[in-house]
């Protein structure tokens, strides 16, 4: 067995039994990374290999810790890990070492992962393109010249050249779905709520960011959603959950599919994307399910307007105390900051009131579907030295984010989301798309998805990848 490409399951159960040691995976994982991270540059601060396998051998003489005791795990590089440099990818922190553990790592830690290193992210985690001035950018597996998207692309690069089994995440808008898309693999967008943030400064207003897993198959992403969800007593607004794991294979008799393609024209897709992802939607009509155009069910402008408005309020939040180094930051950062400063209080709650109208809509489209689709970006992964799209097909991009608008509405009501691959262009590059359902259909959208897993298995065909 290749350990670089088993599953998460397949290798824990494994580590479990003692038919292989955690030494062994660790080696082999070290070897992966030294064999292709420096055409990709996904995995940064990688630990000292001498430190590693002494904590992998460790695990194997060690009374099992947790649901992932003995498993390699590199931890985005939002994340502050103890005794390992957490950056942002700014370097204002470059020579940051946390002393502690933020609340994902340590759930990480207790459930016995050994944290090897950090997974590489834009500056702050913003824009869906992996580049920053500390470590550099990150590059597309399956053509190195091009984007591999963001922000957790370090992470999805990770899992696609098998560095990684499991990888954490985080998705305000897309952040774990586009590069999933880019990548030829798996990317989860929890019900906000389900998996808390960071217990610190503001546990009430800001409700669009999360948490998430990202994997080479539904059942490796139910495995590691549960070690990372649950509540905090210290966040009002964390909420109990049940286990998704082991995610079942759903049957797709009878089930209702609604496909919203480029939401009639407002979300404008480069050639081939639209008809790759629905095509993609025939594996489960030939299972049974129905699949129905739906017409645009709110109009996106306002969903536009409003997502813009509480993105900016919050990550101006976040960003404020950093108003002294405001020279040093890119420019996306500096146009949030600015436009987050000049909000009113009228000014969000009116984007609220907008963000509720689209809620009350959207619970009655799930009366009638399922689930909903939407493809995961809009454009292709593009020259890795590009910042971002400016136009597509002609149409200009008013701003650094609005290539990704086809993430908002399941962004701005913080919805269950997969970003699930859905094949590949005619360029040889991986296209994604969004599964979504109403808040608290995790493990129903998981056991969807991994009907569609078993029919397809995309992560594991990785057609052209000239990094395998």
Known sequence: ?????????????????????????????????????????????????ATLMA???AADTAAPRGHLHGLPIAVKDLVNVAGITSTQGSLIFKDHVPRSDDLIAARLRAAGAILIGKTNTPEFG??????????????????????????????????????????????????????AAWNNVYGFRPSWGRVPSEPAGDSYLHQLSTLGPMARSPQDIGLLLDVISGPDPRLPLSCESADVSPVPVAGLTGLRIGWLGDW??????????????????????TRGASVEDVAPPFEAEQIWDS????RSWSVAAGLEPLSQHKASLKDSARWELARGLGLSAMDVHRASVTRSDWHRRA????????????????????????????????????????WMQVVTPVSLLGLPCLGAPAGFGANGLPMGMQLFGPRGSDARLLAIAAAYHQETR??????AMPCN
């Open 1 to 49: 067995m290749d350990l670089t490409r088993a599953s998460a399951v397949d290798l824990l159960d494994d580590l479990s039994s003692r038919r292989i040691s955690a030494a062994e995976l660790m080696g082999a994982t070290l070897d992966r990374i030294g064999a292709v991270n420096g055409s990709v540059n996904a995995i940064v601060a990688l630990r000292d290999e």
């Open 55 to 57: 904590e992998a051998r």
């Open 126 to 179: 913003l824009g869906s393109h992996t580049f920053n001035p500390v470590y550099g950018a990150t590059r597309n597996p399956y053509d190195p010249s091009r984007s591999c998207g963001g922000s957790s692309g370090g992470a999805a690069v990770a899992l696609a050249t098998g560095m990684l089994a499991l990888a954490d995440g985080s998705d305000m808008m897309g952040s774990l779905r586009n590069p």
């Open 264 to 285: 009639g024209g407002a979300f404008p897709c480069e050639a081939g994307i639209v008809d790759l992802c629905r095509s993609a939607l025939d594996v489960f009509a």
């Open 307 to 310: 997502w813009i408005t509480l």
């Open 363 to 402: 619970v009655t489209l799930f009366e009638d579907y399922d689930a909903l689709v939407l493809p995961a970006a809009q454009v292709w992964p593009f020259e890795v030295e590009k910042p971002y799209p400016t136009e597509i097909f002609g149409q200009e991009m008013d701003t650094y984010h609005r």
């Open 458 to 463: 995309w992560p594991q065909q990785r057609p």
